[in-house]
């Protein structure tokens, strides 16, 4: 092939597929510990957003140790914004932003009810993602990172053993003070 062709056919595929050049579109789900019986919030995180123009997630999470509260809409994106919380077990998110959504942050937030025992965890997996491009309304692929709510076992740092434990060094610290002045 002649040398003048290589840095044309070059041009052409960079022209073609600017995705190469881009940053990776990436999903994310936080980890969260919690309590049993508390609420917990959990972002859905994007990075390397560039004209994002639309976003439907779809996670699922173990309905025996969460119960959804509300998903809220991130502070990244200024659109439209609908999410799907009906059927146990699973959230649905979409969102479609007429400005393009660009950089790193979240585009929602899962609140949970903490149901589980002490010692159980359910993973918050995306089972399901799709995300458009703004101007060409092609698809983008992405990246996506699965997270995670564990419920803190009770323990040394809960509050009911930091009321016994001082209790009973004041008991014992009463009953040195009667003992040492006899």
Do not use: W
Request: proline share 5%; glycine share 12%.
């Amino acid at each position: 092939m002649p040398a003048g062709k290589v840095p044309a056919i070059l041009l052409l595929l960079l022209c073609l597929f600017p995705a190469v050049l881009a940053d990776q579109l990436a999903v994310s789900i936080g980890d969260a510990t919690a309590a049993p019986g508390s609420t917990v919030t959990v972002p859905v995180s994007v990075s390397g957003a560039q004209n994002l123009g639309s976003l439907d997630i779809a996670i699922a999470y173990d309905p025996g140790v969460l119960t959804v509260v509300s998903v809220d809409e991130g502070s990244l994106g200024n659109g439209l914004f609908v999410s799907n919380t009906d059927r146990p077990g699973v959230a649905t998110v979409s969102i479609a932003d007429p400005s393009g959504i660009n950089g790193n942050g979240p585009v929602a937030n899962l609140k949970f009810t903490v149901n589980g025992a002490a010692g159980t965890s359910s993973k918050l997996t995306i089972t399901n993602m799709l995300a458009y491009d703004l101007k060409t309304h092609q698809a983008i692929s992405a990246d996506s990172s699965d997270g995670s709510v564990t419920v803190k076992k009770s323990g040394l740092g809960s509050p009911g053993f930091g009321l016994a434990a001082a209790a009973g060094a004041l008991a014992l610290l009463g009953l040195l003070r009667t003992f040492g002045k006899s």
